[in-house]
C-alpha cells in the first residue's frame, strides 16, 4: 500500500489570509513534520530571506550577539546548515538520526495591527533516536510568523530548550 | 594483558596500546599520577573577580571551589563539608562571605577553614576544629600566570611557571591582544560530551590531518555557499573557516608547523594571519581595534604581537585554547570512556566590542555544541570507542612524522610540518613520566630521568 502522507496542499496557503491560532498551529505541524521526513530544503524554504534561526544556551538570552548559543544561524548560516545536512559525509548523521515531535499549547502572543504578521509561542516535545540511543529534549518555541500570497513565512524562529546550559551531546537534527 | 602498573609496556615509540582508551584500571591511574600531580587548569581570575566571588571547578573528577577571599587572596578548596560529607556549595558561581553547609549549618572561611559551627561539643579529641588542616580541604597548591589559575593537588613538584615552560608564550600571545592588558571570560560556556576517552580532544586539536575528511560535510557546504544572501554578518568567519579546513595536504605540509615542549605541551603555528580572523584587514573594526593597540602599545610592538600567528595551544593534560580567537576549553576525564569539555570565551579588554561578537559567533559555528564543525569531531570520538571495542589491532599508531621531527631552538621538538604526530608522541612522553611516577613528567629535554618515547628511541 503506497499512502500519500504530504498535506493536499501545504498549510497555511490561505492567501494573506490573517493568521489566526488554528492557521498558525496547522503551520507549525507542517513544519514539524518536514523536519521529522528530514525533508530539510522545504524545510529552508519556510524562511524569509533575512530570517534568523536561534536556539539559545541560556534561560531568557537576551541577545545572541555577546552570549554563545547552541545555534545561531542567519540566512547564509541556515542555507549552509542545510546543505551541510544533506551531505553523504556528514558523519555525525551516519546512521541517521530519527525525530518525532509533539506541537502543543499554542499561543498567539503578539500580532499586527492587520493580522498578517504574528509572534506564536508553541511547547514541543522531539525525541530523537540515534543509534541505539533515544534523548528527550522539550521546550518553548517562539516564531514570527508572516502571511503573504505565497503562504505563511518564518521571519525568525527562537526554541528555548529546558535544558540549554546542560551537558550535552552535539546537536546536529534542527529543533 | 597489560599489568596494572606495567606503564612501560604499553607505550613504544611510534605507538600506544589500545588498553590506554579503554581500560578504566589505567583510567583510575591516570587520576592519581596525571590529575594528581600535574598542574591543572582550574578557571581564570576574570571569573572570581571580587573579594567573595566563587565558582566550581574540577581537578580530574574532584569538584572544587575557586574563590577569591577577602584578602583578595586566590583559594582552591575541596567542595565537601568536613561534618557529613555534604556537597557545601550547590550552584556553579556567586558571591558569598561565607559558605555555609545546608545539612548542620556549618559554616567557612572562603579558604576552607571553619568560621562557626552550632553544637560544637562533646567531639572526641581527633576533632579539632580549631586544627589548621580543619575544614573544607584545600589544594596544596594553587598558581596564576597572567590570570590564569591552576591547581594541584601535589604538595610537592614544579612551580606553575616550569611546568609551562615555553608555553608561557602562548598565555602571553592571548593577554596581549588585549588593548588595555586584560581578559574577562564572558558570554557563557559551551558544555558537551563525548563517549570516548579524554585523551582523545587533546590528540584531536592540533591534528592537521583530520580536517579534509572529518570535515567534508561542512567544508563542501560552506564553498557551495553563496555570499550574495542576506546575513547579519554572524557567519562571516566561520565560514572562512570551514572553508579554510578543505585547504589541501601540500597547504599544511608547507606553510603550518606543529611544536612540542616538555610535560606534553603543544602547538599549532603559522596558520591563519589576522586578514583571515577578520572580515579584511581594512575592516573599520579591526583598525578601530589597531588603533586602540598601538595607542597603548605603540605600533611596534603591536605589530610584533599581531604576527604571532597559532592556532591550538595544548596544556597537558587538561586545557586547550586559541590564543587568537580568545577561545578555551577545559577537559573533564569522567570514566574511561565519557568526557566532558567545556568551552570559554573571552573579551579583550579594551577592543571594539564587535571583536567578541565575531568571537562568538565563531565559537557558536565552528566550535559549539551545535556547530557544523565540532559536532563531527564529536562523532569521531565516539567511532573512536566504538571501534575501540573491537577485537582489532592492539596498537594505536601515531607514528607519522616519527623520522622527520626536529630539535627546536626552545628546548622542545618540532614536526617538519604541522601534519607530523609529533605532539601526540609529546603528550604520551608525559604520560609516561606521569605513570611511571616521575612528578615532573619531562621526557623530551633529555634529563636523566628520561623514561619516554623519545629517550628510547
Known amino acids: 500500500m503506497t499512502v500519500d502522507t504530504r498535506p493536499a496542499v501545504a498549510a497555511g496557503q490561505a492567501k494573506a489570509a490573517p493568521l489566526d491560532t488554528e492557521t498558525c498551529t496547522a503551520f507549525l505541524m507542517h513544519e514539524a513534520r518536514l523536519l521529522d521526513e528530514s525533508r530539510f530544503h522545504e524545510w529552508l524554504a519556510l524562511f524569509t530571506p533575512d530570517a534568523w534561526y536561534w536556539v539559545p544556551s541560556q534561560p531568557n538570552q537576551a541577545s545572541p550577539r555577546d552570549t554563545i548559543s547552541l545555534i545561531y544561524d542567519d540566512r547564509r548560516l541556515l542555507e549552509t546548515r542545510v546543505r551541510r545536512l544533506a551531505s553523504p559525509r556528514i558523519y555525525s548523521q551516519e546512521p541517521r538520526s530519527r525525530t518525532t515531535r509533539i506541537i502543543a499549547n499554542v499561543t498567539i502572543e503578539e500580532q499586527s495591527d492587520d493580522g498578517r504578521a504574528c509572534i506564536v509561542r508553541s511547547k514541543f516535545q522531539l525525541l530523537e533516536y540515534r543509534r541505539d540511543a533515544q534523548t528527550l529534549f522539550g521546550g518553548t518555541c517562539f516564531h514570527r510568523l508572516v502571511a503573504s500570497s505565497s503562504g505563511i513565512r518564518i521571519a525568525w524562529k527562537r526554541v528555548d530548550l529546558v535544558n540549554c546550559e546542560s551537558v550535552l551531546d552535539g546537536l546536529v537534527v534542527p529543533f | 594483558m597489560p599489568v596494572r602498573n606495567d606503564v612501560y609496556s604499553l607505550v613504544e615509540p611510534g605507538r600506544v596500546h589500545r588498553s590506554l582508551y579503554t581500560d578504566p584500571d589505567i583510567f583510575d591511574l591516570e587520576l592519581e599520577r596525571i590529575f594528581g600531580n600535574a598542574w591543572i587548569y582550574v578557571g581564570h581570575e576574570s571569573q572570581i573577580k571580587n573579594p567573595g566571588d566563587f565558582i566550581a571547578t574540577r581537578i580530574g573528577t574532584k569538584p ?17 563539608c568536613a561534618h557529613r560529607g555534604v556537597m557545601v556549595i550547590a550552584s556553579d558561581s556567586g558571591h558569598t562571605d561565607e559558605y555555609r553547609c545546608c545539612y548542620h549549618g556549618w559554616t567557612y572561611e572562603l579558604d576552607g577553614r571553619i568560621k562557626a559551627a552550632p553544637l560544637l561539643h562533646g567531639y572526641p579529641p581527633h ?56 581578559l574577562q571570560v564572558a558570554g557563557g560556556t559551551f558544555k558537551h560530551r563525548y563517549r570516548g576517552n579524554w585523551k582523545l580532544y587533546l590528540e584531536n586539536l592540533c591534528d592537521a590531518a583530520h580536517p579534509l575528511f572529518v570535515h567534508e560535510s561542512s567544508i563542501v557546504a560552506a564553498k557551495q555557499q553563496a555570499d550574495d544572501v542576506y546575513t547579519d554578518g554572524s557567519g562571516e568567519i566561520a565560514i572562512r573557516q570551514m572553508r579554510q579546513n578543505g585547504a589541501p595536504y601540500s597547504f599544511w605540509e608547507a606553510n603550518v608547523g606543529i611544536w612540542c615542549y616538555p610535560n606534553g605541551h603543544s602547538f599549532l603555528g603559522d ?24 595607542a597603548k602599545k605603540g605600533k611596534e610592538a603591536t605589530r610584533k604581537i599581531l604576527e604571532v600567528r597559532r592556532w591550538n595551544t595544548n596544556i597537558y593534560p587538561n586545557v586547550s585554547f586559541m590564543s587568537g580567537f580568545q577561545q578555551l576549553r577545559v577537559v573533564h576525564p569522567l570514566t574511561v570512556n565519557e568526557t566532558v569539555v567545556h568551552t570559554y570565551n573571552f573579551r579583550l579588554g579594551g577592543a571594539p566590542e564587535q571583536m567578541f561578537h565575531n568571537m562568538i559567533a565563531f565559537a557558536n559555528t565552528v566550535n559549539g555544541t551545535g556547530s557544523l564543525v565540532l559536532t563531527d569531531d564529536l562523532e569521531v570520538y565516539n567511532r573512536i570507542a566504538f571501534g575501540l571495542s573491537s577485537a582489532g589491532p592492539e596498537w594505536i599508531e601515531i607514528g607519522r612524522g616519527f623520522a622527520s621531527d626536529q630539535p627546536d631552538e ?28 616521575d612528578h615532573e613528567g619531562r621526557t623530551l629535554t633529555g634529563e636523566p630521568s628520561v623514561r619516554g618515547l623519545e629517550a628510547r628511541r
Open chain 2, 410 to 437: 626552545h628546548g622542545g621538538r618540532r614536526g617538519k610540518n604541522s601534519t607530523s604526530e609529533v605532539y601526540v608522541r609529546n603528550m604520551f612522553d608525559a604520560w609516561l613520566g606521569y605513570m611511571a611516577n
Open chain 2, 127 to 182: 576533632f579539632d576544629p580549631k586544627a589548621s588542616d580543619a575544614g573544607m580541604k584545600r589544594v596544596p597548591r594553587v598558581a596564576s600566570y597572567r590570570g590564569f589559575v591552576f591547581g594541584s593537588l601535589a604538595a610537592d613538584g614544579p612551580s606553575l611557571t616550569d611546568f609551562l615552560g615555553y608555553m608561557t608564550t602562548s598565555f602571553d600571545d592571548m593577554v596581549d591582544r588585549a588593548p588595555d592588558g586584560e
Open chain 2, 271 to 294: 596558520y591563519h594571519d589576522d586578514s583571515k580572523l577578520v572580515a579584511a584587514l581594512n575592516d573599520p573594526m579591526f583598525r578601530e581595534y589597531m588603533s586602540a593597540m598601538e
Open chain 2, 64 to 80: 572544587l571551589l575557586l574563590a577569591r577571599d577577602t584578602g583578595g587572596q586566590i583559594r582552591l578548596v575541596h567542595n565537601q
